[in-house]
């Protein structure tokens, strides 16, 4: 299967989605992989080419004051919570859909993360992908028998809006990123100026309304 993942998408302040998902239509994705920190109004299928969604809840969004708008997913979607971030696909592939598993891999040693992964393997057995997000850092670690794929950050990310494509056939793993929009001209001012010295009604030169 081709997956698409993205992750910490927040409030997606650059509206980066759309231009994310008609990546993963040109390039096949078929199942979308989302590790987390995800805002309330983004839970519409519609959004991510109605295409089915593995998201990971955070902690807040499981007990947090918020809670209620994360208790049923939408159609097509699957939450993994904590405690329970075991994803099988459509194939048949056993995935793990996490949120802050990035965490150990910044602050620990290789040789940690690996017995991270290994652990969660002999709990699932044949799972070969675990993804996470939080750290907005886009990483690839090879285990044995595991790889772990932060896919980065689509919001607050060092530079652009990234996100990965992978191949569940090939193990091929791709890391994208779309660039920031940068500014071509600096903000300026301008101010408007009516012969009918009343702004409030139809300046009747122009038969343009200013209010």
């Not at 089915?52 to 004051?65: F, H, K, S, Y």
């Not at 159609?75 to 075991?86: A, C, E, L, S």
């Not at 791709?174 to 408007?192: E, H, M, Q, W, Y």
Request: glycine content about 8%; some cysteine; charged content about 25%.
């Amino acid at each position: 299967m081709i997956l698409g993942a993205l992750s910490d998408t927040h409030t997606d302040t650059a509206n980066a989605i759309p231009h994310i998902m008609r990546e993963f239509k040109k390039r096949g994705v078929e199942y979308i992989i989302h590790p987390g920190d995800i805002d309330p109004k983004h839970l519409k299928p519609e959004m991510f080419l109605n295409l089915p969604v593995a998201c990971a809840l955070t902690e807040e969004q499981v007990n947090g004051d918020d809670k209620e708008k994360f208790l049923v997913p939408p159609k097509g979607w699957i939450y993994t919570r904590p405690g329970n971030r075991i994803v099988r696909l459509p194939n048949g592939e056993v995935i793990y859909v996490g949120h802050k598993l990035s965490s150990n891999f910044l602050t620990g040693s290789e040789a940690e993360m690996d017995r991270k992964l290994q652990e969660i393997r002999n709990q699932h057995d044949g799972l070969r992908l675990v993804f996470s997000g939080h750290t907005h850092h886009g990483i690839r670690f090879q285990g044995h028998l595991v790889t772990f794929v932060n896919p980065g950050a689509v919001e607050e990310s060092w530079d652009g809006h990234e996100f990965a494509i992978i191949d569940t056939d090939t193990g091929e793993i791709v890391f994208c990123r779309i660039p920031k929009t940068k500014l071509v001209k600096s903000d300026f001012s301008f101010a408007v100026i009516s012969d009918s010295l009343d702004i409030s009604e139809v300046d009747p030169t122009s038969g343009v309304s200013w209010t």
